[in-house]
């Protein structure tokens, strides 16, 4: 296990939700762990006025997102803890003179020995980054002639490729890229990361993942609940925006992506970066009306209550064009997937939540069974990311009794049968990868912007094309009835359930 150096954590924009609900929580789980630095503190930071002991109150002792994790543990334990955290108010506005705020990080380096070390996490709108940024740079935080510093950041990064690359260069103006840790929780998953493990571990897999052996790839996330609160944000935003252009495009990196040269981080972001750039860039109004689908959902009774139609949520255009269900048919330009199409999909007001990955394999050139009711039973390799989080191999067996009708059976595995091994949530694990300078899970400047390439013309195309659909679909249903469409002549789309091992085309819809 790596040693993590003493350090400071400063959170920007902690009087907001992320920090009680997301980051204190984890940093609770490695206290537990014993995998905080022995002298570490937390040093919050807003506009919102409040004392050390508010702070801690507000976190930690009247959580209610750590009530379940501390009502066991003994009082003198939670206070330790609790004592860890700090609180400085910024005054009115980010865009201040940071003297202050540095006096009381070098007050409290010195009174805890935490060392120079210090990560900066911005869990503020990505409006205010450039201007944090330049801020702590004037104030002579960002130099790392006393220990390092890193700079945390939330998606999104950026609103489009010319908007990224404007946040990546004024981020890179006050820290150097190696500083800068771009967040996606996404990639904290362990079924995420054993993406590369089951690919580049497994000699059952490795030689067959490429295009000879692999018939298509299909990803599909997919969310129960509709936006929620989120109906002003998601508006101006979308399902492409909100989670291909992020969460889903980071997998298909992974699955995408050539054997690193190690297991280096660098080495591991190069390959993704390569593997982006190999995405066949949809240019043409006819490639991207035949190979993209979206839709919103309308309204519809689930479990006898009535679900409103998007564009009837709180915050949304009554005559919106944000879609809510994004489906993506594409190519990569490589030697390893030439002509291997790829079918993405994310969406809310599904039938179910969850995420998964589906690698369809070929069927026998030579088929002895063809007349055993197997063609249309290929064998699929399933990486169920959440939730029943686990690996479900699907492949051909005999059904006892004469001649040789065949069908498929399940070999699986399940994460929860691992009991006495601890699953790191995603941000515990993102927060401890950070503090030991480990940027594996986390995106580079180049990363995120080869992944805006590839959406920006699908974005442009969805605005301004003139055939240009937008589709409709009753919530609690796996979107438009059109979906199939797009992986016309090889089957349809995996309706999955719940459980990793539901048939296709199970779900329960009260």
């Given at each position: 296990?790596?040693?993590?150096?003493?350090?400071?954590?400063?959170?920007?924009?902690?009087?907001?939700?992320?920090?009680?609900?997301?980051?204190?929580?984890?940093?609770?789980?490695?206290?537990?762990?014993?995998?905080?630095?022995?002298?570490?503190?937390?040093?919050?930071?807003?506009?919102?006025?409040?004392?050390?002991?508010?702070?801690?109150?507000?976190?930690?002792?009247?959580?209610?997102?750590?009530?379940?994790?501390?009502?066991?543990?003994?009082?003198?334990?939670?206070?330790?803890?609790?004592?860890?955290?700090?609180?400085?108010?910024?005054g009115g506005s980010y865009d201040t003179d940071y003297s202050r705020l540095r006096t009381r990080v070098e007050d409290l380096k010195n009174k805890y020995n935490t060392s120079g070390n210090i990560i900066y996490y911005l869990s503020t709108?990505?409006?205010?980054?450039?201007?944090?940024?330049?801020?702590?740079?004037?104030?002579?935080?960002?130099?790392?002639?006393?220990?390092?510093?890193?700079?945390?950041?939330?998606?999104?990064?950026?609103?489009?490729?010319?908007?990224?690359?404007?946040?990546?260069?004024?981020?890179?103006?006050?820290?150097?890229?190696?500083?800068?840790?771009?967040?996606?929780?996404?990639?904290?998953?362990?079924?995420?990361?054993?993406?590369?493990?089951?690919?580049?571990?497994?000699?059952?897999?490795?030689?067959?993942?490429?295009?000879?052996?692999?018939?298509?790839?299909?990803?599909?996330?997919?969310?129960?609940?509709?936006?929620?609160?989120?109906?002003?944000?998601?508006?101006?935003?979308?399902?492409?925006?909100?989670?291909?252009?992020?969460?889903?495009?980071?997998?298909?990196?992974?699955?995408?992506?050539?054997?690193?040269?190690?297991?280096?981080?660098?080495?591991?972001?190069?390959?993704?970066?390569?593997?982006?750039?190999?995405?066949?860039?949809?240019?043409?109004?006819?490639?991207?009306?035949?190979?993209?689908?979206?839709?919103?959902?309308?309204?519809?009774?689930?479990?006898?209550?009535?679900?409103?139609?998007?564009?009837?949520?709180?915050?949304?255009?009554?005559?919106?064009?944000?879609?809510?269900?994004?489906?993506?048919?594409?190519?990569?330009?490589?030697?390893?997937?030439?002509?291997?199409?790829?079918?993405?999909?994310?969406?809310?007001?599904?039938?179910?939540?969850?995420?998964?990955?589906?690698?369809?394999?070929?069927?026998?050139?030579?088929?002895?069974?063809?007349?055993?009711?197997?063609?249309?039973?290929?064998?699929?390799?399933?990486?169920?990311?959440?939730?029943?989080?686990?690996?479900?191999?699907?492949?051909?067996?005999?059904?006892p009794g004469q001649g040789f009708k065949v069908e498929r059976a399940n070999l699986d595995f399940y994460y929860s049968n691992l009991v006495e091994t601890h699953v790191m949530d995603a941000y515990e694990r993102l927060l401890l990868d950070a503090m030991q300078g480990d940027a594996t899970l986390y995106s580079r400047a180049d990363e995120?912007?080869?992944?805006?390439?590839?959406?920006?013309?699908?974005?442009?195309?969805?605005?301004?094309?003139?055939?240009?659909?937008?589709?409709?679909?009753?919530?609690?249903?796996?979107?438009?009835?059109?979906?199939?469409?797009?992986?016309?002549?090889?089957?349809?789309?995996?309706?999955?359930?719940?459980?990793?091992?539901?048939?296709?085309?199970?779900?329960?819809?009260?």
């Open positions: 296990m790596n040693k993590t150096e003493n350090q400071i954590l400063v959170i920007f924009g902690a009087s907001g939700d992320l920090t009680a609900r997301k980051l204190v929580p984890a940093l609770f789980n490695l206290y537990v762990a014993e995998q905080l630095p022995d002298n570490f503190v937390v040093l919050g930071a807003s506009r919102s006025d409040m004392t050390d002991t508010q702070f801690r109150n507000r976190v930690v002792l009247e959580s209610s997102y750590l009530k379940e994790k501390i009502k066991d543990k003994d009082e003198s334990y939670i206070k330790d803890f609790a004592n860890k955290f700090f609180y400085e108010d910024l709108p990505p409006t205010l980054y450039e201007t944090i940024a330049q801020r702590l740079a004037d104030a002579g935080m960002s130099t790392q002639n006393n220990g390092w510093k890193r700079l945390v950041v939330e998606k999104p990064f950026g609103y489009s490729l010319d908007t990224a690359i404007e946040l990546n260069k004024g981020l890179q103006q006050f820290f150097k890229e190696h500083q800068i840790y771009r967040i996606d929780h996404y990639l904290g998953k362990e079924t995420v990361q054993n993406l590369l493990v089951t690919r580049f571990a497994n000699s059952i897999f490795e030689p067959l993942w490429n295009r000879n052996y692999i018939h298509h790839v299909e990803i599909t996330n997919a969310e129960e609940v509709g936006v929620e609160k989120r109906g002003g944000y998601y508006d101006k935003s979308g399902a492409l925006r909100d989670m291909f252009q992020n969460h889903l495009l980071q997998i298909v990196s992974l699955v995408v992506m050539e054997p690193p040269i190690s297991d280096a981080p660098e080495d591991i972001r190069d390959e993704k970066v390569k593997a982006l750039k190999s995405l066949r860039i949809m240019k043409d109004d006819q490639t991207l009306y035949d190979n993209t689908i979206r839709a919103q959902y309308t309204k519809s009774i689930i479990d006898g209550n009535e679900v409103k139609g998007y564009r009837e949520e709180d915050g949304v255009d009554e005559n919106s064009t944000t879609e809510t269900y994004a489906a993506i048919k594409f190519f990569v330009d490589n030697w390893r997937w030439k002509d291997t199409p790829f079918y993405v999909r994310t969406a809310k007001r599904m039938p179910t939540k969850v995420t998964e990955v589906v690698i369809h394999f070929k069927t026998p050139h030579h088929q002895i069974f063809k007349d055993s009711g197997v063609h249309d039973k290929d064998n699929k390799l399933i990486i169920r990311i959440q939730p029943d989080e686990g690996i479900l191999v699907k492949f051909g067996v005999k059904v995120v912007e080869a992944a805006w390439e590839f959406v920006d013309p699908i974005l442009k195309y969805w605005e301004d094309g003139k055939d240009v659909r937008m589709y409709g679909y009753a919530a609690g249903v796996w979107g438009p009835e059109n979906a199939d469409e797009l992986i016309e002549g090889i089957g349809e789309w995996r309706n999955p359930g719940p459980n990793l091992t539901d048939d296709p085309g199970f779900c329960v819809i009260c």
